[in-house]
């Protein structure tokens, strides 16, 4: 395929090849399907309003991908100008939560139980994805996005500070909180 060839959009088919991949892209992301709804229409709007600068470096969807993102980021940043560490997270949901000896700080007898070792990645099971979003979902709405930007986008952490005005230490305390929160849902509802 020519250069030239990879610079053709074809907007007319994009509901029809992306609009279901798009809109659960974005259910992921916001888990509110009105929503997504609106950001998968606002993102083949803005796509086609912007396709002159389509530079084709990458295919249709991936382009399309990314302009979600952008607006996902933007329903992030309006939700909450600057996140903090306490904001909307109630620790207490975890049974166990804190998991360490309050005396000395080392891990205590409800320490995290080593998962057993499968050749079968569980992120490929349906089940263990339905339980995991059950799981994420119980996770205060900033800790989830935090969680989504960087385990499901892969995004470094410098990036997830920059987009949700967190600072460095705001995130890792985000960070760590939502991954025992996690952890333990995961014990209990898949592991056990």
């Known amino acids: ?17 992306y609009g279901d991949y798009l809109y659960h892209f974005a259910l992921r992301h916001l888990s509110d399907p ?3 709804k609106d950001m998968v229409q606002e993102t083949l709007l803005a796509a086609i309003q912007a396709k002159d600068s ?4 990458s295919n249709e969807r991936t382009w399309l991908t990314s302009i979600l993102k952008n607006k996902i980021y933007d329903v992030y940043r309006k939700k909450k100008q600057t996140l903090t560490a306490n ?3 109630n620790f207490d949901k975890v049974n166990n939560p804190y998991f360490f000896e309050e005396e000395t700080g080392h891990w205590g007898k409800e320490s995290p139980k080593e998962w057993p070792s499968s050749h079968e990645d569980p992120f ?6 339905k339980i995991f979003n059950q799981c994420l979902e119980k996770l205060s709405r900033n ?3 935090v969680v989504t930007m960087k385990f499901l986008d892969e995004c470094t952490s410098e990036d ?5 005005a967190l600072s460095s230490s705001n995130y890792w305390v985000i960070m760590h909180r939502a991954k025992l929160q996690l952890r333990d849902c995961l014990e209990k509802k898949w592991f056990n």
């Not at 389509?54 to 470096?57: D, E, P, R, S, T």
């Not at 490929?124 to 994805?129: C, D, T, V, Y």
């Not at 997830?160 to 949700?164: A, M, P, Q, V, Y």
Request: with cysteine.
């Open 124 to 129: 490929q099971r349906n089940e263990f994805s």
């Open 160 to 164: 997830i500070c920059k987009e949700l």
């Open 143 to 145: 800790a989830q996005h």
């Open 34 to 36: 009105d929503l997504c």
């Open 1 to 17: 395929m020519s250069s030239l060839e990879n610079k053709i959009l074809h907007p007319e088919n994009w509901v029809h090849l």
């Open 54 to 57: 389509f530079k084709g470096n």
């Open 87 to 89: 904001d909307d997270y």
